[in-house]
Structure formats: structure tokens, C-alpha cells
């Protein structure tokens, strides 16, 4: 059966762009504005702390792992009270070279490796609010092996470099996302395949997308009754079973436009609908303009 979650990480398309050593000493802080990118890092030595707008202030140590899929400003700093560095990465050029925060001489209290990179899909803010807000991870050691791969591979220029990059920016997407820890991920995604019996109905839209799916078809499939299956299905996940379906059968649609390949009806047949006119409707209701429309734009920017 598929797996949604793969699907919703080949649709975001994540290309990496920028990664680096980061290290601070003493009394140091920074805080950087709102970034709308996926950020991310592994701490490789020593002890800091991370405060995300909206999130609970974190202590983060050496193994652990952090991302944020959009990227909220954020207080990052060591022990020591400090004054805020602002830094606002949409403006700032990125520095070359290791970057040191607080005393710049002798040992640092901590090391980690971080960076960002981007969403090639134009619907990331879509799939983006299927993701909890703030992943943190402790004792993965492999995911902070990925981000030193990253790193290494994003300095060089050899044969292939972009694919590998985005190759590996998908793997550390995956690794994250099925490591967070549960008890700490709002409803999303992650909340509903973390359950037994809404992942059976969640990998069943994904994997029959073209499906004419009723509530009772989803309830019989996971096991339950109808009314405690939404309930439990909009608990979990944040949103009604019909209004997931719908918004995955845009993204999909979306990504099928782009190419310019298909006819409306065959993208319409794929999605689940029976009508290129009733695709048409239901597109134009979601997006806010015709699927017809939406295509040539795509491709012409793409040219």
C-alpha cells in the first residue's frame, strides 16, 4: 500500500542550498526573523538553547536534531544571559566559512550543523501544514551522519552533486519525520499514520486517489463506525476526511498540469473525478482559477 508520507516529500520536492558549521562561546545569542524555508540542525557537540516562536523553549544537546518545515523566527543562544544578534536570513548574505557566535577565541561550548534549503513544489505551504511545526529529535545518531553527508557534499562540485543533494535532503526529510516523537506532534499527518487505524484509511486515499471515497467506505476499511472514525480521523489529523482527500487531489492534480502532458479528462480520471467539467469546477473552486489556465502558466514558467 502506499505510503503517504513518501508521497508527500516527493511532491514538496526539496532541493538542498545551503548548509554549514556553526559554533558559539560565552555569552552569545542570535534571533532570526520569520524565514518560510525548511531549517534544520544536528548538534554535534555541547549544549545551547532553542526558543521558537509559539513552541516551548528546547535545550538541545549533543545528538540531537532539529527541523522546522517553515521556519518561524527563532532565539538561538548559549547559557549566558546576551543580547540578541538579528539576523534576518531572507536579506543577510550567507557567510563563508565556519560561523562563531559569542567569544570567538578558545573552546566552544557548542557545534552543531545546520543549514536550509527549499521546496521546489509551489503547494509547499499545503503539504508543509500536514507537518508538525517543530520536530525535535534525540538519539539518531544517523540523522546527524546525513547532515554532516550534506554538508560535505554541498561544499564540493563533483559529478552528480545536485541529485545526491537532493537525494539526501529527501532520506533526512523521511528520517526525521518517522522519528519524531509522537507525544510531542500537533494533528497532522504524523499523528494520523502513528494510528493504527486512520493510517489504514489515510494509505488508502493515497493509494487509490482515483477512488470515489465515502466516509463509510474509509470507516469499514479502518475498522470502525462511521461517526467514530471522522471523530477520531479529525482528532488526529486536523482536518475532515473529505476536505484531506480533496486537498491531496489538488496537490496531485497540480503536479500532473505542470508537466503539460495530459488532457484535462485523463488528469480529471487520475484524481478521482468523472468530468473533465466537473474536475474543472471543483479545481477552480480549490484553486482560484481553472485547471486549463493553471497549466499553460505552469508551463510557460517552466520554459
Excluded at 508537466?259 to 484553486?287: K, M, N, P, Q, W
Excluded at 489556465?293 to 505552469?298: G, L
Amino acid at each position: 500500500m502506499s505510503d503517504p508520507l513518501s508521497q508527500v516529500i516527493q511532491l514538496l520536492s526539496p532541493q538542498a542550498v545551503f548548509s554549514k558549521g556553526i559554533s558559539g562561546a560565552g555569552a552569545w545569542a542570535v534571533r532570526y526573523a520569520d524565514f518560510g524555508q525548511p531549517g534544520f540542525c544536528a548538534v554535534t557537540e555541547g549544549r545551547c538553547r532553542l526558543a521558537v516562536d509559539g513552541e516551548p523553549v528546547a535545550v538541545l544537546e549533543a545528538g540531537d536534531f532539529v527541523l522546522l518545515p517553515a521556519t518561524p523566527a527563532f532565539t538561538m543562544s548559549g547559557f549566558e544571559p546576551a543580547a540578541p544578534l538579528r539576523i534576518d536570513p531572507k536579506t543577510v548574505p550567507i557567510p563563508e566559512g565556519q560561523l562563531r557566535h559569542g567569544r570567538q577565541e578558545g573552546p566552544a561550548d557548542v557545534r552543531q550543523f545546520g543549514g536550509w534549503f527549499t521546496f521546489g513544489s509551489p503547494d509547499a505551504a499545503l503539504l508543509v501544514s500536514l507537518l508538525p511545526r517543530m520536530i525535535h529529535v534525540r538519539g539518531v545518531p544517523r540523522l546527524t551522519q546525513l547532515v554532516q553527508l550534506l554538508g560535505e557534499e554541498e561544499k564540493g562540485n563533483a559529478i552528480g552533486r545536485d541529485l545526491i543533494l537532493q537525494r539526501l535532503v529527501e532520506i533526512l526529510l523521511i528520517e526525521a519525520l518517522r522519528a519524531a516523537p509522537v507525544d510531542a506532534v500537533q494533528p497532522g499527518l504524523l499523528l494520523g499514520l502513528a494510528d493504527s487505524r486512520i493510517a489504514i484509511a489515510l494509505r488508502s486515499m493515497h493509494a487509490d486517489v482515483e477512488r470515489a471515497w465515502t466516509i463509510p467506505d474509509l470507516a469499514r476499511n479502518a475498522g470502525m463506525s462511521r461517526s467514530a472514525f471522522f471523530d477520531r480521523f479529525v482528532r488526529l489529523v486536523g482536518v475532515r476526511p473529505m476536505e484531506y482527500l480533496l486537498g491531496w487531489r489538488m496537490a496531485v492534480a497540480k503536479s500532473l498540469l505542470r508537466t503539460g502532458d495530459l488532457a484535462l479528462d485523463e488528469v480529471a480520471r487520475r484524481i478521482g473525478y468523472g468530468s473533465a467539467s466537473t474536475f474543472s469546477t471543483a479545481f477552480s473552486r480549490h484553486v482560484g482559477q481553472p485547471p486549463g489556465r493553471f497549466m499553460r502558466q505552469a508551463v510557460s514558467q517552466a520554459l
